[in-house]
């Protein structure tokens, strides 16, 4: 008896093994519409993906550049509010202006620390500033970015720029170094996009 229902037990799962291992034309239907898996590692961001896609680089490159060339234009009429609505309005460490003018490097800090170097600077000094725009680099999700330009203000020399954008999605100078030597100290440039 015991080895009868052995038996069926063993013919019985032969049996719905059969049956599920089957090959009807509605799996055939069901696995064409799966997709295959990637075999990549990285995970994908569907933010990254979604906002990579909505950014117009060469529309915010232009904004990058038109505020800056627009700022250079506001300190050769050294009008520093106009110069300050430029800039990232923040009191921290991250809003700076460096320089090495004269082989003294000195480095002020916050929006009004920078407000307050521009209003001494013009004291002293009524010297034009141009630019000449060199590069441009844009983080990938369009919110930070670097310039680097070619200037003639109190000396001649190069310069690199950070902006970020506001909370009104609006660029803004983060940063200037007017250090001429090893740009890439003070300010990072951006992943490429």
């Known amino acids: ?14 049996a719905i093994g059969l049956i599920a291992c089957g090959d009807s034309d509605d799996d055939k239907d069901i696995q064409q519409d799966v997709p295959a898996k990637s075999t990549t590692q990285t995970p994908i961001d569907s933010e990254d993906i979604a906002v990579r ?31 300050m609505d430029h800039w990232l309005k923040l009191e ?3 809003v700076f202006m460096a320089w090495n003018f004269w082989n003294a490097f ?8 920078v407000k307050g170097s521009f209003a001494g600077t013009f004291e002293k000094f009524n010297n034009a ?4 725009i ?8 369009g ?10 203000w109190l000396q001649n020399g190069k310069l690199i720029a950070a902006f970020k954008k506001d909370n009104k999605e609006q660029w803004k100078i983060q940063a200037i170094d007017f250090s001429n030597k090893d740009l890439i100290k003070w300010i990072k440039t951006p992943e490429p996009q």
Do not use: P
């Not at 008896?1 to 032969?14: D, G, K, N, T, V």
């Open 143 to 152: 919110k930070e970015a670097t310039l680097q330009a070619d200037y003639q």
């Open 134 to 141: 060199t590069e441009v680099g844009i983080d990938k999700r």
């Open 92 to 94: 921290t460490r991250d």
């Open 53 to 83: 896609e909505e950014v117009d680089f060469n529309v915010e490159e232009g904004a990058i550049r038109d505020l800056f060339t627009s700022h250079a234009a506001a300190v050769t009429e050294r009008k520093v509010n106009k110069i």
């Open 129 to 132: 500033m141009n630019v000449t």
């Open 1 to 14: 008896m015991q080895r009868q229902s052995i038996c069926h037990l063993i013919i019985a799962l032969f």
């Open 106 to 113: 000195t480095r002020i800090e916050t929006w009004k620390g």
